[in-house]
C-alpha cells in the first residue's frame, strides 16, 4: 500500500499532527467498545427469545422453578439493555467524529484500508490505496464518521461481488481543479444492467441475499449533503466502479483546530 509521506503534509499543519493522533488513538479506543457492547447485546437477544418461546411447554415444571426462569430472562434482557444504553453513551461521547469538519483525505483513506485490510486478514481480500493526485491541500469537509461508513460499505459491496479466488479492492484518491475523487474499483460479478439506473434513488438488492444495493440511497445522499456527488459504473462479469467526487478546500488557514481532522496512520508515528 502505499504510503503518505509526512513531508507531503502542508508545512502549516504539521504541529497539529500529534494532538490529532491523539484524538484518533481514544476515538477507536471508545469505538472499539462501542462495537463489543452492541455485538454482545445482539448476540445474547436470540438465545434469550428462543427460552422465552419455551417457557410456555414448562407449564408442567413447579412454579418456583418456572419464576426461576422467568427472572434470568428478565435479569439478562436488563443486562442487554444495559449494554445498549453504554453503547449509546460512548457513541455521545464520540459525536464529534458525526460533525463536519475539514479532512485531509490521504491520510484518512490510508488510515481507512489499513484498519479495513485488517479486518479481512484472514480471507483472501486484497485492499490497496493509491494516491495518485498531485495536490498537497486534498482537504474535503465532511462528517469523517459518515464517510467511513460509506467507504467500508462500498467496500463490503465490492468483497461480496467475488464467487471466488482472491478479492481485489482498488481505491484510488486523485483531484482537479475542484474536486477530490475517491474510486472504488472491484473486478467481480458486475451489477445487473436493469439495477444501475436505480442504484442511489431507491433500495434495492442483488446477487441473492446479499443484499449489496442496501445503503448507497443513503451514502449517495450524504455525499449530495457534501456538495458532491457519486456514479455507479459496472459492467457483468468485468466489475463495478463507484467513484464519489467531493468538493476540495485549499484555503484552510481559516478553520480552527476543533474543525480540522488531519488524523495520522499510528503505523507513520511510530
Known sequence: MQSVLLEEIPPCFCGKLENSNKKLVEAEKIQAKVQLAREVAHNIKSPVTALEMMLPLLSFAPSKLQNVLKNSISEIRGLTDRLRSQADSLTQKNSDDEKIKLVYLPMFIEN???SKSQEFANQDVDIAFRNISHSKTVFVQCSTLEL?????NLVNNAIESYVRGVKRVDIELNTDSANAIIT???FGAGIPEQYLSVLGKEEVTFKGGCERGLGLVHAKKTVNSWHGDM????ELGKGTTVTLSLLRYSDVNKYPDDELDLRIPSHLIN
Request: some cysteine; hydrophobic content about 45%.
Open 231 to 234: 456514479k455507479i459504473e459496472s
Open 112 to 114: 481507512f484500508v489499513a
Open 184 to 186: 472504488v474499483r472491484d
Open 148 to 152: 467511513r461508513c460509506i467507504l467500508s
